[in-house]
């Protein structure tokens, strides 16, 4: 209805402006030993501010060791996705994601933290975790790709098959108009593999694709060998997201 798109026009014009206040922005581009987990999480229009300031203010003081955080808006989702407003990404080693999440870890100022920031979450859609398996394209801490398509997989997809097609792909096409990072998904039996595409502009996410197939005609058919080999699987999820800051 009209008042849904009024809020989704709100919450994309406050990303934005949320976006050109973020000064640092690093991702991270895959290591042989990179471990991720993430929480999509819904959070009322008028509580979006008071959310970023309390992650800022808690990750800007206490800096994890060897961890990424990141913090997305939702932009476009499917229905599984369909009350998200943001998504809170931990990327680091195996070392370093077990310490997060030892109870060691849970200090007095982590205990506020959660708590404060309780107050204002309506509630949390999901939480996964899993692993990253290749990266291709720019690397990520090098220049800043905020628009992100991610795709998730079922269990059918066979997930060293769609590695070897995706970095045989990628390979032979080394594009730098996108990046992107493949990984499996530990904590979820209905989701077990996906990519996150990395754009630099919302433009770019529209039209790059089209742009690169036209001026180059290899693209095409080593797109369709791509298809024959990547492991099969129908697409469980699709959403769209922006980075509004790293810590």
Do not use: C
């Amino acid at each position: 209805g009209k008042s849904k798109k009024v809020k989704t026009m709100k919450k994309i014009l406050y990303t934005l402006l949320l976006l050109s206040l973020s000064l640092s922005y690093s991702q991270t581009k895959v290591t042989p030993d990179e471990h991720w987990s993430a929480y999509a999480i819904s959070v009322q229009p008028q509580n979006e501010e008071t959310v970023f300031n309390i992650i800022d203010e808690y990750f800007s003081e206490y800096k994890l060791d060897d961890i990424k955080v990141m913090l997305f808006s939702i932009l476009f989702a499917d229905d599984s996705m369909s009350e998200a407003t943001h998504e809170i990404v931990f990327v680091g080693n195996s070392d370093s994601m077990s310490k997060f999440y030892s109870p060691m870890n849970f200090t007095t100022e982590w205990n506020l933290f959660s708590s404060k920031i309780s107050n204002f979450i309506e509630k949390t859609i999901w939480s996964l975790n899993g692993t990253g398996l290749a990266s291709t394209g720019p690397d990520p801490s090098e220049v800043v790709y905020p628009y992100e398509r991610i795709l998730n997989w079922g269990p059918e997809r066979d997930i060293q098959k769609f590695r070897k097609a995706w970095v045989e792909l990628n390979t032979k096409h080394e594009r730098t108009d996108r990046s992107a990072v493949i990984f499996t998904i530990t904590s979820s039996a209905e989701h077990k593999s996906g990519v996150v595409l990395r754009y630099p502009t919302y433009k770019a996410m529209l039209t790059s694709n089209a742009e690169y197939s036209r001026n180059n005609p290899s693209w095409q058919k080593d797109w369709q060998t791509y298809l024959k080999e990547n492991g099969g699987g129908e697409i469980t999820r699709n959403f769209t997201r922006i980075l509004l800051k790293e810590w």
